[in-house]
């Protein structure tokens, strides 16, 4: 009588236990970093309209106004919406600029959304 070769049933499902555990894991450690990239990519842009914001005021220092500031901006094909304080120093003359940057087209109600935060401080020119 021939012996057969191979493996059972049960060596097969256990085998196949295994890759399934293994393919899930991994799938999930994939869709998390994709996640985390959008994340980075969502910074780098709310960083550059922030610092567009805060030159925007460095420009124009000679118009330079106590306020709150702000509307809704498209770049790379997303909505955004900047949100700029300018508020006096203690110092004569200095104003600190604080720019905030949310996800959306409109301002929303909990300032905890914000994607990125950046703070200035300028001076007026002496004329």
Same mark, same amino acid.
């Given at each position: ?6 493996? $059972? ?22 869709? &998390?970093?994709?996640?985390? =990239? ?16 805060? &030159? ?30 300018? =508020?006096? $120093?203690? %110092? ?7 720019? $905030? ?9 909990? %300032? ?6 950046? =703070?200035?401080?300028?001076? %007026?020119?002496?004329?």
């Amino acid at each position: 009588m021939r012996r057969m070769s191979g493996f $059972t049933l049960l060596e097969v499902m256990i085998a196949l236990v295994i890759f399934a555990v293994a393919a899930s894991a991994l799938l999930l450690s994939d869709g &998390n970093a994709v996640k985390r =990239t959008a994340q980075i990519q969502d910074r780098v842009v709310a960083n550059w309209l922030a610092d567009q914001a805060i &030159n925007h005021f460095y420009q124009d220092a000679d118009n330079l106004q106590v306020g709150s500031f702000g509307g809704p901006q498209v770049m790379s094909g997303r909505d955004w919406y900047v949100q700029s304080d300018v =508020t006096e $120093t203690d %110092k004569a003359g200095f104003y600190r600029v604080e720019v $905030t940057v949310f996800a959306g087209n409109q301002l929303p109600e909990n %300032k905890k959304e914000a994607i990125w935060d950046l =703070t200035g401080f300028l001076h %007026k020119p002496l004329r």
